[in-house]
């Protein structure tokens, strides 16, 4: 793993480790923490749901599993700084880390469904949102506050979102949420809050510094540091993007056809629907071979041919989704203060060199 | 109105026609057709639903208002060639009505949930897509068919969808979808069947001409004129866009500060939270004021103030929506074949005059 940060501890995978499997093996699955992580005993932990409810109530985690019925989802989590380091090639980003293009992951995730333990509190009309906290304190807030955020009402009823204990058909680990962690299809990252032990159904967005200070998209503008309460609007769900795994960017390679590959997501209710690769700078474009889609919320993996010629060549791709939304150009023009949701077009750079000649 | 066809009747108003007023009054709502208007007796209409459900089953007008509760929705139904004439500055595209800004519009619809009537119908598990067939015939077609189209059935299933026999609190217009027709919010508005009578869940996405041929996405290089079966991708949901309603472009203005104001919108599961105004050519922007949200299915219109030279200046707007998407900049990167779902950046030039000066 690259790790970006050790305390906390922030890390992706180098970006070939996410090619050739559409679920990612735990251990290549990149992680995201604004504080230490927390060792929580599965059989003390319990989750409170209050606020705008008619019932509030505790739940253990086997009295949780027992009340409920199981739910598996195949889904992307994105972190909403994937990518960033293009945007630093555009103008430093003090503070935040250089995420490349593997801060996204795909995996399969089981446990029961928010809106089962929504209903079953009595969710009252007035609850427009529905807000998690976590069990980790964060030390990047003064004074230190449990990492949270919210979402609207109508995805804390949809299907999809989960509190999960379980990815890839085995128990979470303590840096992926263990015992229990939302999961959010569709949205930023951030928005799956680990180690979750408390709902809180609110007539107003989070409060929360992660969702009222923090994954914020500000105007380029904006003062970074500081960020009044409420500037700029809030992330949450994910635009159309893609990004290359294999070859990495830099590499060389042996001059003439040279297959490349990659993943391509858009959150919310779109799905992939075209990948396009250029060798002239988005001149023209041809379509790449597009894989399996294995739910409307996981990742699609993209395939093609490039012929490499001896010497440099820039591939470009851009994916487009089913509202016919298309990745833009310019990661110019994507750059923010805090170096957010890039979505701009997927660049590598191939070295084309010649085929060794066998002599005779 | 601006008349692009007599027959079949297409129309869309001045762009000021919209301006001023979040529900846009049935006389300045664009009309998009593909044959001529028929004119049912709402005595005599039936509907039809068939296909993968348990049972089959045809309501009369009388029957679907007395069997279900009725419900409103405010909602933009837009043409999927909105905002074409910017795509043919940069290549023709024969064939094609050049439709300005203002085929998109904003009303009130009243009729049933298409959930309630699936419901009641049994919608069988391996319904995948529910289709919806008109009473117009296409001339277009050769040999002549319907109008008709499909959405995904998780699609069809949410509330916002409906039957609908009234717009603005006024029953349809015959040019509007009279007795009946559907509307599919965030959608183009091609899967809004007008005149509708017939309804079958399926396996599959529609093999109507108009789904499967065409309202399709072409890559740049596609034969337009043809068209194979399927190629490309459907359209459906809706990518965030935005145009200006005042002043017209090319519009002469007094040289000072002119307010400026359009509408901005997104489909599907996103909002509009911010619109980008510059007068730089995109160099540096600033932030719009933003109107009200009716609903999640609602546009936004937008304000700001514009200070005009004398001479000629160029407004650039772009809006984003609540998943970080931004239109994109270009209109020769949104070009294709048959000219849809043009979102780029828009533009329009202001002719600045000097305020006339008063002599004593």
Same mark, same amino acid.
């Given at each position: 793993?690259?790790?970006?940060?050790?305390?906390?501890?922030?890390?992706?995978?180098?970006?070939?480790?996410?090619?050739?499997?559409?679920?990612?093996?735990?251990?290549?699955?990149?992680?995201?923490?604004?504080?230490?992580?927390?060792?929580?005993?599965?059989?003390?932990?319990?989750?409170?749901?209050?606020?705008?409810?008619?019932?509030?109530?505790?739940?253990?985690?086997?009295?949780?599993?027992?009340?409920?019925?199981?739910?598996? @989802?195949?889904?992307?989590?994105?972190?909403?700084?994937?990518?960033?380091?293009?945007?630093?090639?555009?103008?430093?980003?003090?503070?935040?880390?250089?995420?490349?293009?593997?801060?996204?992951?795909?995996?399969?995730?089981?446990?029961?469904?928010?809106?089962?333990?929504?209903?079953?509190?009595?969710?009252?009309?007035?609850?427009?949102?529905?807000?998690?906290?976590?069990?980790?304190?964060?030390?990047?807030?003064?004074?230190?506050?449990?990492?949270?955020?919210?979402?609207?009402?109508?995805?804390?009823?949809?299907?999809?979102?989960?509190?999960?204990?379980?990815?890839?058909?085995?128990?979470?680990?303590?840096?992926?949420?263990?015992?229990?962690?939302?999961?959010?299809?569709?949205?930023?990252?951030?928005?799956?809050?680990?180690?979750?032990?408390?709902?809180?159904?609110?007539?107003?967005?989070?409060?929360?510094?992660?969702?009222?200070?923090?994954?914020?998209?500000?105007?380029?503008?904006?003062?970074?540091?500081?960020?009044?309460?409420?500037?700029?609007?809030?992330?949450?769900?994910?635009?159309?993007?893609?990004? @290359?795994?294999?070859?990495?960017?830099?590499?060389?390679?042996?001059?003439?056809?040279?297959?490349?590959?990659?993943?391509?997501?858009?959150?919310?209710?779109?799905?992939?629907?075209?990948?396009?690769?250029?060798?002239?700078?988005?001149?023209?474009?041809?379509?790449?071979?597009?894989?399996?889609?294995?739910?409307?919320?996981?990742?699609?993996?993209?395939?093609?041919?490039?012929?490499?010629?001896?010497?440099?060549?820039?591939?470009?791709?851009?994916?487009?989704?089913?509202?016919?939304?298309?990745?833009?150009?310019?990661?110019?023009?994507?750059?923010?203060?805090?170096?957010?949701?890039?979505?701009?077009?997927?660049?590598?750079?191939?070295?084309?060199?010649?085929?060794?000649?066998?002599?005779?």
């Amino acid at each position: 793993m690259i790790v970006h940060e050790v305390e906390p501890f922030n890390s992706e995978p180098p970006r070939a480790a996410l090619a050739g499997q559409l679920l990612t093996p735990v251990d290549t699955f990149y992680t995201r923490n604004h504080g230490p992580i927390p060792e929580l005993d599965p059989a003390r932990w319990s989750l409170r749901v209050d606020g705008l409810v008619e019932r509030p109530v505790t739940f253990s985690l086997a009295g949780l599993r027992e009340r409920f019925a199981e739910h598996s @989802v195949i889904a992307v989590l994105q972190c909403a700084g994937n990518r960033r380091a293009d945007l630093l090639k555009v103008a430093d980003i003090p503070g935040e880390a250089p995420w490349g293009p593997a801060a996204t992951a795909n995996a399969r995730w089981t446990g029961v469904r928010l809106a089962d333990v929504l209903r079953d509190a009595g969710l009252l009309p007035e609850a427009t949102h529905v807000e998690f906290a976590g069990a980790d304190l964060s030390p990047e807030v003064d004074p230190p506050e449990v990492f949270g955020g919210s979402i609207p009402r109508r995805k804390a009823l949809a299907e999809e979102v989960l509190l999960a204990w379980a990815m890839n058909d085995e128990p979470l680990t303590p840096v992926h949420g263990a015992p229990v962690r939302v999961v959010v299809p569709g949205y930023i990252g951030a928005r799956s809050v680990k180690w979750v032990d408390r709902i809180t159904a609110l007539a107003h967005s989070s409060h929360n510094f992660f969702q009222a200070r923090t994954y914020r998209m500000l105007p380029p503008q904006a003062d970074r540091s500081g960020g009044r309460r409420g500037e700029g609007f809030e992330l949450g769900l994910i635009a159309v993007n893609s990004d @290359v795994l294999e070859p990495d960017d830099g590499s060389r390679v042996t001059a003439g056809p040279v297959r490349v590959t990659g993943y391509a997501f858009a959150g919310g209710d779109r799905t992939i629907v075209r990948v396009d690769v250029s060798t002239d700078g988005g001149r023209s474009w041809w379509q790449a071979d597009l894989g399996e889609q294995l739910s409307q919320w996981s990742w699609r993996h993209w395939s093609t041919t490039v012929e490499v010629p001896v010497g440099s060549v820039e591939v470009v791709v851009r994916a487009w989704d089913s509202s016919a939304a298309v990745q833009p150009e310019s990661a110019a023009g994507a750059w923010n203060p805090k170096g957010y949701a890039n979505n701009s077009w997927a660049r590598i750079t191939l070295e084309g060199v010649p085929a060794r000649t066998t002599t005779a």
